[in-house]
């Protein structure tokens, strides 16, 4: 009876393994580094995708504000999302951006929230107009096939649809170009980038 | 007019006081703000190298972005994003996260072989004289506030505080990038090409001729204006391509620090260019020729300037019976600086025109020539030599003369820390010799109750060595 079961658990397992690799399989992986001259502007930085949009169903994401600084200091989102802006600091805060079409939640206190849906695509500088030297960037991507680099420039974008499209980078400071890459169906293909003045 | 017994020993302290002006072009505050080394910018420091003039003429900024290359911590002021709304906001800036704050001392030590020089004579047979070697300390200052405005300041401490600089620098005002920059505040008018310490031997590139110090008695004397020295104004500067510079200023003239003179305007200006090396203001290098050597290039630049002061002397309150009298001095001259690799050459004369020397003396001219030839071996061994000559010709009076002839070593013992020594060997024809003869351009004696004449005094003697030494942290 034991070994029944056994088996029986271990074609279970055996199937929802081979139904999550299907999936896996959907999409491919980018991944890759960015080096930024100079360096100290690295962490400022988005890589995205230009092509694939898909049907994305709308996110909600938080950037906090907690001993007088955004966290995350830079917030990729995607073209639709939300962003919750909260408040963890005793000291009362503001969120504006004069980037895009402009943006003000006004004043809010502590253990407040606000939310804004960023409604094009692009940067948006945040900051608080209590405290000027507090800034973050929400960047609006086009679609939802975004990462943030990490301290090492390091990013990985997976799950994209299989094709040849086109990876761009924002950085606050710097510049590249964009550079076209080919994705296949679970394969993962590296794309390293510069950015520069 | 009287003259007390200590007079001629006032007059050494003043020469040497004169002779030990602050060795100050760029300073430590940048290296922390850059996290770079003196060397970035200097060889023997305050002489600097092609970027360090560079950066010195981009109002203490490097080329291309300057924030790019701030590796100390920051405090913003504001965010870029700050510029899209003003004037509702303020215009964004930062400040370091450090005091921008450097210190400092320097001086001299000084060997006189013969007590019976003249030099010998002032010090009262004192072979070493070393009670100046740390006459004076300083506190610099310097930070930028954004890409295109620099504060830099200067304060002196020789027995009292004095601020010898206090600045602020807008850069990049109109036009093209350089092009037009803008200082305010107290410090050195910008009258030569490149730095007013580029000097390895002397503290100041161009020699100083105090002549109303020359031609007054001692206490109309005293704190004459000359043509490198501090003054309270405006200047804009600029570089255009590159490879023309010009700088156009007014500033109050000698300030009443001794209470015998008054704030006039003062004018200026100079225009140069450079051909071959690097760009006056360093965009767009690709470096020295040879990497292990930056401070060498194969390059020629020439410089021409002109200057205007007006000083008004009051000196009701030291001599009674005199009533204000006032002074123009005109000025103009060149300059030029090869350079062959780490071999330099500078060059430069200059004319200076006073109408009313003194309050007897009707126009005087002297005239100011200098070289300097030096070579890096290197960047701490700088084998130099000097040579500076003034003449002096009083209308209907007798032409008197000066030569300084000063081989001498500048090494680094340190990036910051240095060592000079100079040998000073001198010829003077009709110069006075009351204050003594201590070595530098700025040692002139004053006359007490013999006016300058040609052969009343004739030397020709090796006077001194000088030890200078500093240090900057």
């Keep these: 009876m034991s070994t029944i079961a056994t088996r029986l658990s271990r074609l279970l397992l055996l199937v929802a393994s081979a139904t999550v690799g299907v999936a896996a399989a959907d999409g491919g992986t980018i991944t890759g580094k960015v080096e930024a001259t100079p360096a100290k502007y690295l962490e400022e930085t988005v890589v995205y995708l230009k092509g694939p949009k898909g049907a994305v169903k709308p996110e909600v994401k938080v950037m906090d504000q907690r001993a007088m600084a955004f966290i995350p200091h830079v917030l990729a989102i995607t073209l639709g999302d939300t962003v919750k802006f909260q ?37 948006y500088s945040q900051l608080c107009s209590m405290h000027p030297e507090m800034l973050a960037y929400v960047f ?25 499209w086109q990876v761009a980078v924002w950085n606050s400071r710097l510049k590249a170009a964009d550079k076209s890459v080919t994705v296949v169906a679970g394969q993962t293909v590296t794309v390293n980038l510069a950015v520069k003045r | 007019m009287t003259f007390s017994k200590t007079t001629p020993l006032r007059l050494v302290l003043l020469t040497v006081a004169l002779a030990l002006a602050t060795p100050a072009s760029a300073i430590p505050a940048f290296a922390r703000k850059y996290t770079t080394s003196c060397l970035t910018c200097h060889t023997v420091y305050p002489k600097l190298t092609p970027f360090g003039e560079a950066f010195r003429r981009n109002g203490y900024m490097f080329p291309g972005v300057d924030s790019d290359v701030i590796k100390a911590e920051q405090i913003p002021m504001g965010q870029e994003a700050n510029k899209k709304t003003f004037p509702e906001t303020a215009w964004p800036s930062s400040i370091p996260a450090s005091v921008p704050l450097s210190v400092g001392a320097n001086g001299k030590a000084v060997f006189t072989p013969s007590k019976t020089s003249s030099a010998g004579v002032a010090s009262n047979g004192t072979k070493f004289t070393l009670q100046d070697l740390t006459p004076e300390a300083h506190i610099w200052a310097g930070a930028s506030v954004d890409d295109n405005i620099t504060l830099w300041a200067e304060l002196t401490f020789s027995g009292a505080a004095d601020v010898e600089h206090a600045q602020i620098l807008f850069n990049n005002l109109l036009g093209p990038k350089h092009a037009v920059n803008l200082i305010v505040g107290h410090g050195f008018p910008n009258v030569t090409q490149y730095g007013p310490h580029s000097s390895y031997l002397g503290d100041a590139m161009l020699p100083t001729m105090p002549v109303t110090a020359i031609y007054r008695p001692a206490d109309l004397g005293a704190d004459p204006w000359t043509l490198v020295d501090n003054y309270t104004g405006m200047e804009v500067n600029g570089v255009i ?25 003062n004018f200026y200006g100079r225009i140069g260019f450079k051909v071959g090396g690097m760009r006056l203001d360093g965009e767009g290098s690709s470096g020295a020729a040879d990497a292990t050597r930056p401070w060498a290039e194969d390059a020629f630049g020439v410089y021409a300037f002109g200057y ?74 700088v084998p130099a030599v000097r040579v500076e000559h003034f003449g002096l010709k009083p209308d209907g009076g007798d032409s008197i003369s000066n030569t300084l002839i000063q081989p001498g070593v500048a090494f680094l013992i340190r990036p910051n820390v240095k060592l000079v020594t100079v040998f000073n060997y001198e010829r003077t024809n009709g110069f006075p010799t009351t204050g003594g003869w201590m070595g530098g351009a700025s040692d002139f004696g004053q006359h007490v109750s013999t006016a300058p004449a040609s052969g009343a005094t004739k030397l020709s003697e090796f006077e001194t060595v000088g030890f200078f030494l500093a240090w900057a942290n």
């Design chain 1, 87 to 123: 408040n963890h600091d005793g000291v009362v805060h503001n969120v504006y951006s004069p980037d895009n079409e402009g943006v003000n939640l006004g004043s809010f206190k502590q253990e407040e929230e606000r939310s804004y849906t960023f409604g094009q695509e692009g940067s």
């Design chain 1, 140 to 164: 609006v991507s086009p679609t939802p096939y975004k990462a943030v680099v990490d301290k090492k420039g390091s990013f990985t974008i997976s799950n994209v649809p299989p094709g040849t």
């Design chain 2, 241 to 265: 391509g590159g490879r023309f510079d010009y700088a156009l200023g007014l500033n109050a003239g000698k300030t009443p620090g001794s209470g015998l003179s008054v704030p006039t305007d």
């Design chain 2, 308 to 381: 205007q002061s007006h000083s008004r002397v009051d000196p009701s309150a030291v001599a009674a019976g005199l009533t204000t009298f006032g002074d123009t001095a005109n000025v103009i001259g060149l300059g030029a600086r090869g350079t062959y690799g780490s071999a330099e050459l500078n060059l430069g004369a200059y004319s200076q025109k006073h109408n009313h020397a003194s309050d007897t003396e009707g126009k005087v001219t002297g005239t100011v020539t200098f070289g300097e030839l030096s070579y890096v071996v290197y960047p701490w061994l």
